[in-house]
């Protein structure tokens, strides 16, 4: 079927990008392909197997997709930003996320790690990654962004989001820059409200834009909308960026010249499905200017957001050129990246393999750590293999709905055992209560010295007393930052630490051999900690990654 023949129900569902539960293609998301000419689907944790599994899942929706007689295969997305926010699993590459590589200060490691990243992508058959972050972390209580920034300098940010984009793009995956016009400096999460940024346009333009205006400069593919207000652009404080045309239209489309895909966020975002409603808000979001519709979950909202574009488009109250400027800019980006060509040959195999390059060692190499403080020079720490450390692991909890809880692991005992087996774990609730750090502190008896990993221990005030308490034991102390190096605001006594940034296997295996004299590391904290100058501390720059 010719592009100039598709209905306007087919139209409507190339600016759909859907979601589903489950390893398989469900009878409601084949239906939504099949029927409805659903153009995109986005994969979470929840879609992900083995990369095997994968490839098989990609291919089994791409064929639904061709046996529908689409014209051009499925935009199939998923958030590979790295570090803490990953849905890929076992199998494949744990790669260092956003602030690791700000640390790093290196622009071609930001790039080659993206260019991994969307190699493993395009082997599983997922095309579209949903990154890079571009916001400017400058709030320290941010609860969604934080070391998904790059870091807190807009130049910096920028030149980042350049590597990153470029390397994706290279890999043969199609590039999203998020979140529009900028989430770094709130203190809410629009996952549950609708937080606001209320600086001026003068402030906007010399932060948070900077690093949107070189993505677009340099050739980003689309561009993800924030659920955030900006009252200096849209003075209605009840809107969020993501249903105004003031932001989307105005300001990204016809002021900065962008000329790619415009995609929402998750609708079913609290900020969203609160106020005015999942559906309704997808449909005022494509009239405000946005071309591809994100509804993650449900099938009930996916459905009716499908029906009300199509009454809207129908009775008139939207003009048909806002979908065909939609579905023009979303076939122009699936002619870029995809082909029936590449994808149908998958389609004859009993069972297909990835490329061997998927959690391949060449990727391997690919991570960092930064050393922040070593003031008392406790690094290396010195034991003998008779003596005892104690390694305090606090519960890994899920600090905003944009990560995945199968992932959320703490790996520190486990790496400090590979490095000195003779150690002593103990387990504490997070946060923990006063009762939790007395049990803790009872058990230092006949240990050489103490390892933590904290949390975001700079918003949980039982996490920084008892790290306070940990450093009054008398023993040596090494934390580990495995969130937010911000961490270090809020224990300014404790004189040894390393930030790692993210929680995953590797940042903490080279930390911990950091803490033995075994690896040097490199880096410099790309934030600035408060209160950190006025006490005279200093961020060390030594070291290598892998």
């Not at 071609?108 to 990243?117: G, H, M």
């Not at 470029?166 to 400096?185: I, L, R, S, W, Y």
């Not at 005015?276 to 909202?301: K, M, N």
């Not at 008398?474 to 930052?481: A, D, E, K």
Request: charged share 20%; proline share 6%; net charge negative.
């Amino acid at each position: 079927m010719a592009a100039k023949e598709r209905t306007l129900r087919q139209k409507i569902g190339q600016t759909m990008m859907f979601g589903f539960h489950g390893t398989d293609p469900t009878p409601e998301i084949t239906t939504l392909i099949r029927d409805h000419h659903v153009g995109g689907v986005i994969l979470f944790a929840r879609n992900i197997a083995e990369p095997k599994e994968v490839l098989r899942l990609t291919v089994a929706l791409q064929k639904i997709a061709y046996e529908a007689g689409h014209e051009l295969p499925l935009l199939i997305s998923i958030d590979q930003e790295n570090g803490i926010v990953r849905r890929l699993g076992a199998g494949t590459t744990l790669l260092p996320g956003n602030m690791a590589l700000g640390a790093a200060g290196d622009t071609s490691l930001v790039k080659a790690t993206a260019e991994a990243t969307g190699r493993e992508l395009k082997a599983l058959g997922i095309n579209y990654n949903l990154a890079p972050v571009l916001d400017v972390n400058n709030n320290p209580h941010n609860p969604v962004i934080g070391v998904r920034s790059y870091g807190e300098d807009p130049q910096f940010v920028a030149a980042c989001a350049a590597a990153a984009i470029h390397g994706f793009q290279e890999a043969g995956v199609a590039t999203c820059g998020k979140h529009f016009p900028g989430h770094g400096d709130t203190s809410k999460d629009s996952h549950l409200t609708l937080p606001m940024i209320p600086h001026r346009r003068e402030r906007l333009e010399q932060v948070e834009l900077v690093p949107f205006v070189k993505a677009i400069a340099e050739g980003v593919d689309s561009m993800m909308i924030a659920h955030v207000c900006f009252p200096e652009i849209e003075p209605d404080r009840s809107l969020p960026a993501t249903l105004s045309r003031r932001v989307v239209t105005d300001l990204l489309r016809d002021e900065l010249g962008f000329e790619g895909v415009i995609t929402t966020d998750c609708m079913e975002m609290k900020a969203i499905a609160d106020s005015p409603g999942t559906v309704e808000g997808t449909y005022r979001a494509f009239q405000a200017g946005i071309d591809l519709l994100f509804i993650s979950h449900t099938c009930e909202w996916q459905l009716g957001a499908i029906e009300r574009l199509a009454a809207g488009l129908e009775a008139g109250d939207t003009p048909l050129e806002r979908l065909e400027e939609a579905y023009g800019r979303i076939r122009k980006l699936k002619q870029k990246y995809l082909s029936w060509d590449e994808i149908t040959p998958y389609f004859a195999q009993q069972d297909p393999e990835p490329d061997a390059l998927v959690g391949g060692a060449e990727h391997e190499r690919l991570a960092r750590v930064t050393l922040t403080k070593n003031e008392a020079g406790l690094l290396p720490l010195t034991v003998s293999t008779d003596q005892t450390i104690a390694v305090v692991c606090l519960t890994n909890t899920m600090t905003s709905l944009v990560e995945d809880e199968r992932y959320l692991i703490n790996p520190l005992q486990r790496a400090v055992e590979a490095a000195h087996g003779n150690t002593r774990c103990l387990e504490v609730n997070n946060p923990p209560t006063a009762s939790d750090i007395e049990q803790v502190l009872g058990q230092l008896t006949g240990c050489a010295a103490v390892i933590i990993g904290t949390m975001n221990a700079h918003l949980a005030p039982g996490q920084a007393e008892l790290v306070n308490r940990l450093n009054g034991s008398g023993l040596p102390l090494v934390v580990i930052s495995m969130r937010t190096p911000y961490d270090l605001a809020v224990f300014p006594e404790v004189a040894t630490h390393i930030a790692a940034y993210e929680f995953t296997p590797a940042a903490l295996e080279i930390a911990v051999e950091a803490v033995f004299g075994k690896r040097e590391l490199q880096g410099r904290l790309p934030v600035t900690i408060p209160g950190a100058a006025a006490r005279g501390h200093r961020a060390h720059s030594r070291g290598e990654g892998r």
